[in-house]
């Protein structure tokens, strides 16, 4: 497997990312991978994200994770650590995931520009799960998507009532980033086809199941992606 850093623009500004695949794979399927939010260990290095693009690119597919504005070595506007803490609380205690979906935008035009169009997928976990379904209703070029540890008791889904891709959602049963009655309530606004995975004892962070949580989304994207 190849890794490479590379860096692309959103909105003026450079951020970085990882490009990881096989080194004989010819015109591989391609995965956005979108990390969490910031202040709750959402960089590109977060060990759900970071297994998801080691799993899925050993098994053929393209896989890019980023870090957004101002995390990591990704660029920001802001002048300095405190500055950029305070923007990430704002957009944490408001809800706003503009900013981030522009990111995520950007991301994967360049993976598109760089792997091609013909098979895109997209995955998110925890925040990166709502910016994954937001863009993934946006752009017409995604096929499918998967969800990991979707906030639904924090955010509105009904825009997924006429979003007739295919999705998967993986939640843990003691997960605060939504409770099983929150996830349960939350999918009726989802239109088929979907799955819903619950993980037995398990939490929101999946220490030492990051392999199993890769390998379910891998099944996933690889029964869509037909040519």
Do not use: Q
């Not at 994200?49 to 070595?73: H, Q, W």
């Not at 503009?98 to 994967?108: G, K, L, P, R, T």
């Not at 993976?111 to 169009?117: D, E, F, K, M, P």
């Amino acid at each position: 497997m190849i890794e490479e850093h590379v860096n692309f623009n959103s909105d003026g500004m450079k951020l970085e990312g990882v490009l990881s695949y096989d080194e004989n794979a010819v015109n591989p399927p391609s995965i956005l991978l979108c990390p969490p939010h910031p202040h709750l260990g959402g960089d590109m290095e977060n060990n759900v994200i970071t297994a998801l693009g080691n799993v899925l690119a050993e098994k053929g597919f393209a896989t890019l994770r980023f870090n957004y504005r101002g995390v990591g070595g990704s660029e920001s506007r802001l002048d300095n650590i405190a500055e950029v803490y305070k923007y990430w609380e704002e957009i944490l205690n408001n809800d706003d995931c503009s900013d981030a979906i522009v990111d995520a935008s950007s991301a994967i035009g360049f993976l598109a520009s760089t792997v091609g169009t013909n098979r895109l997928f997209i995955t998110g976990y925890s925040f990166g799960a709502i910016v994954a379904m937001m863009l993934s209703v946006d752009n017409a070029n995604i096929r499918a998507f998967a969800s990991i540890s979707t906030p639904f008791g924090r955010f509105d889904t009904s825009f997924l009532t006429d979003c007739k891709k295919p999705k998967l959602f993986i939640c843990a049963d003691n997960d605060f980033a939504a409770s099983i009655e929150e996830v349960e309530k939350g999918m009726l606004n989802v239109s088929e086809p979907k799955i819903l995975d619950v993980i037995e004892s398990c939490d929101h962070f999946y220490i030492d199941i990051e392999l199993d949580i890769a390998n379910k989304v891998y099944e996933f994207f690889d029964s869509n992606n037909t040519k």
